[in-house]
């Protein structure tokens, strides 16, 4: 309500360790697994406390602590888990449908790179101390986009770099920024001849590709945990009220209307538990790449999806009250529907699994 980042409840995330459940014991992380991840994701959404910013910052810790050389490791990752924000900056408004569809740019000259391009809906960029950035090293191979990537750790206040407000319309902030109800904004970012030295690539030069390619299953999971929780969350909301308001004589819930629809949202979000308990024992026991990409992106879909049909029956059975922000289902419905967009569209998901699973013909579109 005071339209601002919710800093001290961040503060208390970041004293607590919870961001780096993930990160080696030895950098100040708990060293926990991707199943104690996604049960603390969930647990936080269903009390109304996660944000986007959490996810881009457990995502840009992950990266370091699998890619990074030492001296990254040590001087980022406490930094990282105790609260220095740290976005992540991928995405861009580039032809295609891939994670890979990437066109910035880095040009190594010497000792350096030089950055240009621009990646759009970065998630608390302004805020952050460090940007973990993906740009190509080597021109776009249409037959591979994964290859010929690099990622680079770069400070957000370099010379070269302009930060535009993205105005997504949830709730304003000032003149200039729009937020999310969970305190996030969102930027556009445009890199002009940044320069950066070898020293902040993260990893091998050209296997970016791969290292997004991982990474991008742990998003998923922490994108659907984070969404069962909305999900449950709004499912509450709905159940109570619909056992306390009474039309005709008897409460809203006694109707069949309304029963059903409600129970097919928590089989739903109950089913979606089990895939990404599944995802996640399958990301933490290192199993096949492919396979894992698979079940994340599958708890993703299932998710994304069971909050959604959750949200609607929340704000069916409120009526007008629903989009009343005092009652607290309307502030949720734009986080439900971004999620099935981000990280991935779900259509995009439901694309690759026919591919991969199912060995259907690729669409024309990729």
């Known amino acids: 309500k005071k339209m601002e ?15 780096g459940m993930l990160a080696p014991e030895e950098y100040g992380g708990t060293d926990f697994n991707a199943e104690d991840l996604v049960v603390f994701f969930e647990s936080m959404a269903k009390k109304g406390l996660m944000s986007h910013q959490l996810i881009n910052q457990v995502t840009c810790c992950d990266f370091l602590t699998k890619y990074g050389n030492p001296e990254q490791k040590s001087k980022y990752i406490p930094g990282i888990i105790s609260g220095t ?14 994670l890979f569809d990437i066109s910035m740019s880095a040009v190594k000259e010497g000792n350096t790179y030089k950055l240009n391009g621009r990646k759009s809906y970065v998630a608390g960029a302004k805020g952050s101390a460090n940007l973990i950035v993906a740009a190509r090293t080597k021109p776009l191979d249409p037959e591979n986009k994964k290859e010929g990537i690099s ?13 535009v407000p993205k105005e997504l319309n949830v709730r304003v902030t000032g003149e200039n920024e729009m937020m999310m109800i969970t305190g996030d904004t969102f930027y556009e970012i445009h890199f002009n001849d940044v320069k950066i030295s070898q020293e902040n690539r993260i990893g091998r030069e050209n296997s970016g590709g791969e290292y997004i390619d991982n990474t991008s299953s742990l998003m998923m999971m922490m994108m659907a945990a984070t969404s069962i929780g909305w999900g449950e969350n709004l499912l509450e909301m709905g159940v109570e009220y619909a056992k306390n308001r009474v039309i005709y004589e008897e409460p809203l ?17 109950e089913l979606a538990k089990l895939i990404i308990e599944r995802a996640a024992n399958a990301y933490d026991s290192e199993e096949d790449q492919e396979e894992v990409a698979i079940y994340a992106g599958m708890a993703k879909y299932t998710a994304t999806e069971a ?14 009250s629903g989009f009343d922000r005092d009652t607290g289902v309307i502030t949720l419905w734009p986080l439900v529907l971004l999620s099935r967009i981000i990280p991935l569209n779900n259509d995009v998901i439901l694309e690759r699994y026919a591919e991969v699973a199912l060995g259907l013909p690729a669409s024309g579109l990729n």
């Not at 909050?307 to 007008?320: E, F, L, M, W």
């Open 151 to 163: 990622l680079f750790l770069l400070d957000s206040n370099s010379k070269g770099i302009e930060m």
């Open 307 to 320: 909050a959604y049909n959750a949200c609607d029956i929340a704000i069916q059975v409120h009526g007008g």
């Open 253 to 269: 819930g006694s109707y069949q209307a309304i029963q059903h629809p409600m129970v097919r949202a928590k089989t739903d979000l």
């Open 85 to 98: 924000l740290c976005s992540y900056a991928n995405l861009e408004q580039s032809e295609g449908m891939s």
């Open 5 to 19: 980042f919710p800093l001290k409840f961040w503060n208390v995330i970041g004293e607590g360790g919870y961001i």
